[in-house]
């Protein structure tokens, strides 16, 4: 199984900075990944797919990249409805398997 | 729209069995297959398996084998997803999310159900 390691566990920032997160497979995953906000009592919401691919209605200020086993989602300029928990998945293996997540939080 | 929608939260005693329904609106069923993911309290997302609307093939998280079972009714465009021999160790929150079938299966989660919180106490 793959595991997913996701860092920082919490991100404090402050609105209208840079976030940036990151996710690290323990064995190469290509480009199959993506990248879910999950805001609390809601389900997870899909942001990126192929590791760089914003999904539909996805604001541009969230962008990812990597490739192989380091990946990143950077939301360039925090809104208020930004903070919440952010979980990698990869898909390259079964079982398809997610990071334990990041919780952007404000500062 | 497109959508899925479960069934509501459930409260069962250790040693029950418990089963989650999820409707699928707003696309062809057939072309989408159909996963499970849990969420216990406070934690992270756990895989679960998979199924395929079409032929009902399915595949499950190793852990889970001989205890999840996945169905689904094509006439209703509704997915199940069976949990027995429940301990409290299954307390979660169940989702169900779609992949396109032109992928293997294997395929980043677009759209989820809201959500069955499945709570197992004595």
């Known amino acids: 199984e793959i595991v997913m390691t996701q860092s920082p566990a919490t991100l404090s920032v402050s609105p209208g900075e840079r976030a940036t997160l990151s996710c690290r497979a323990s064995q190469s995953v290509s480009s199959n990944l993506a990248w879910y906000q999950q805001k609390p009592g809601q389900a997870p919401r899909l942001l990126i797919y192929g590791a760089s691919t914003r999904a539909t209605g996805i604001p541009a200020r969230f962008s990812g990249s990597g490739s192989g086993t380091e990946f990143t989602l950077t939301i360039s300029s925090l809104q208020s409805e930004d903070f919440a928990v952010y979980y990698c998945q990869q898909y390259n293996n079964w079982p398809l398997t997610f990071g334990q997540g990041t919780k952007v939080e404000i500062k | 729209q497109v959508q899925l929608v479960q069934s509501g939260a459930e409260v069962k005693k250790p040693g029950a069995s418990v089963k989650v329904s999820c409707k699928a609106s707003?696309?062809?069923?057939?072309?989408?297959?159909m996963h499970w993911v849990r969420q216990a309290p406070g934690q992270g997302l756990e895989w679960m398996g998979i199924?395929?609307?079409?032929?009902?093939?399915?595949s499950y998280a190793q852990k889970l084998q001989g205890r999840v079972t996945m169905t689904r009714d094509t006439s209703t465009s509704t997915v199940y997803m069976e949990l027995s021999s429940l301990r409290s160790e299954d307390t979660a929150v169940y989702y169900c999310?779609?992949?396109?079938?032109?992928?293997?299966?294997?395929?980043?989660?677009?759209?989820w159900g809201q959500g069955t919180m499945v709570t197992v106490s004595s």
């Open positions: 199924i395929n609307p079409s032929g009902g093939s399915t």
């Open positions: 707003g696309y062809t069923f057939t072309s989408y297959y």
């Open positions: 999310a779609r992949v396109p079938t032109v992928t293997t299966g294997a395929y980043a989660f677009d759209i």
